[in-house]
């Protein structure tokens, strides 16, 4: 199945801002997130297709998966 990852912030540096990419059926947030090496500690928002999602949550085709790193500021 095909899925829209999109990445914000400073998970696009060598990565890409937004791509298509193929997964198995029933692959969940977290699978993609450390297939893309990032692991749970370093998101901030995880959303589908613009709702908030749970790291287990299960992706469909055509899902379009955004995440957006911990930030910090004062």
């Given at each position: 199945?095909?899925?829209?990852?999109?990445?914000?912030?400073?998970?696009r540096?060598?990565?890409?801002?937004?791509?298509?990419?193929?997964?198995?059926?029933?692959?969940?947030?977290?699978?993609?997130?450390?297939?893309?090496?990032?692991?749970?500690?370093?998101?901030?928002?995880?959303?589908?297709?613009?709702?908030?999602?749970?790291?287990?949550?299960?992706?469909?085709?055509?899902?379009?998966?955004?995440?957006?790193?911990?930030?910090g500021?004062?």
């Open positions: 199945m095909i899925v829209t990852v999109k990445l914000f912030a400073h998970f540096n060598g990565r890409f801002k937004e791509a298509e990419k193929a997964f198995p059926d029933g692959v969940d947030c977290l699978h993609v997130i450390q297939s893309l090496e990032f692991t749970a500690r370093d998101m901030g928002i995880v959303m589908v297709n613009g709702l908030h999602a749970a790291l287990d949550r299960p992706l469909e085709d055509r899902d379009i998966l955004a995440l957006f790193p911990l930030v500021g004062g």
